[in-house]
């Protein structure tokens, strides 16, 4: 693997500021392929060198850059990989001057990291560096809501059909607030079909949400698709979370009437903690205070899958609530993550699962990287041949960060 640009013996620190306005300017209609070239141009604005933008796959194992002469780098074992791992900036000395890994970080979205050539990396530039981070992290989430170039980029082998449809109505991996951070990954990411994730914040709520429709072909992704759509449809219009379940109900049954799908839909209160979930025909969720679950916290009565409520037992969906505490951890999973088998037929299992999730977030993993992990353990452990679709979804509230 080759590396990034070198820096040079060290450009003036001084900001052309009416270029630089000019690039921002003229960011806002460059086509995404532009971009390593408005980087560095950037770069040399602020009294920098060189720029180039990495950007993580689709499975979190690589660094992708933008410029496509150039190879990619491993998240697990590089400068690049740990400054996007920790979200902290690292430093590597070239001889010539200093090459800064800067995180590429949209809100709480891990994107990449921003390699930047630097004669020295002092206070100043490293705050101008950040600040080219932020920028270039705002116009690649604008731009790769319609760039194919920039999907493309980001995989490593060809994508199924209804990986495809699903991963059009997924929202980003990562979403957050100061008082609630959600985060998310599935696999196998380019043969998904029945399972889904969603999360959304609206003003001081955090709305989530697992799916898992029966089958594994397009028809199952269709039907996840539909269940994703009725509920973003019936939270947009400000439906209560008994009445956005009982429209996805309506929505199956009406389009799809031979298919159902489980979930948990929760609907977290980020300033009091109150928490408030439905569970339809899914594993329960699982509660981690002061690192241990809390064995039942969150069971509930049965309830049927979604789509079957309106032929087996019409009204509305039975809601339960409880308050949170500060730190506290909320975790939605699928059956797949939990059955996935090793060689010999032994299931990861439950213990398995939550140990693992307990000793790195005890370790000070961020959320994020804590199911990155725990995601890529998964996979080895069925050697990268999962049987099922595995989706794991771990919110927290932290409403000390303010």
């Given at each position: ?78 400068s690049a990989g ?146 994703m759509a009725a ?48 569970n339809c025909g ?121």
């Amino acid at each position: 693997m080759s590396d990034p640009p070198h820096a040079s013996s060290g450009p003036d620190t001084a900001v052309d500021e009416n270029r630089l306005a000019e690039l921002i300017i003229e960011a806002q209609t460059s086509l995404p392929v532009e971009l390593p070239a408005l980087a560095n141009r950037c770069a040399a604005a602020l009294g920098l060198d060189t720029a180039l933008v990495y950007l993580v796959d689709l499975q979190q194992r690589l660094l992708i850059p933008l410029d496509e002469a150039m190879e990619p780098l491993p998240v697990n074992r590089s400068s690049a990989g740990s400054a996007y791992r920790t979200l902290c900036p690292r430093v590597a000395d070239t001889g010539d001057g200093s090459v800064v890994w800067m995180p590429l970080v949209d809100g709480a979205e891990r994107l990449g990291v921003l390699a930047v050539g630097t004669a020295s990396p002092d206070r100043v530039r490293m705050r101008r560096i950040r600040m080219l981070a932020d920028l270039f992290a705002m116009l690649i989430t604008s731009k790769r809501a319609y760039s194919d170039w920039l999907a493309a980029r980001t995989r490593t082998e060809p994508m199924r059909l209804p990986a495809e449809m699903l991963r059009a109505f997924l929202p980003p991996r990562t979403i957050g607030s100061r008082r609630c951070v959600s985060t998310a990954v599935l696999e196998p990411a380019y043969d998904i079909a029945g399972d889904a994730f969603d999360h959304s914040v609206v003003k001081n709520v955090l709305h989530t949400m697992i799916l898992d429709a029966m089958g594994h072909d397009l028809t199952a992704g269709l039907t996840t698709s539909v269940a994703m759509a009725a509920a973003r449809n019936a939270r947009r219009g400000g439906r209560d979370l008994a009445d956005v379940v009982g429209s996805v109900d309506q929505a199956l049954a009406q389009w799809l009437p031979d298919h159902f799908c489980t979930g948990v839909l929760c609907r977290l209160d980020a300033e009091t903690g109150v928490l408030r979930w439905v569970n339809c025909g899914h594993p329960p969720p699982l509660l981690i205070r002061a690192e241990r679950v809390l064995e039942g916290a969150l069971d509930s009565p049965p309830q049927p899958p979604i789509g079957l409520a309106v032929q087996l037992t019409p009204g509305a969906r039975q809601v339960h609530e409880t308050t949170l505490e500060p730190g506290d951890c909320v975790l939605l999973y699928t059956d797949g993550v939990v059955e996935a088998r090793d060689a010999d037929g032994a299931e990861f299992g439950l213990d398995r699962f939550t140990d693992f999730i307990i000793r790195s977030h005890a370790a000070g993993q961020r959320p994020a990287e804590v199911l990155r992990l725990l995601i890529h353990a998964i996979l080895e452990y069925q050697r990268n041949q999962l049987r099922d679709d595995a989706t794991i979804l771990l919110f927290e509230w932290r409403p000390q960060h303010r």
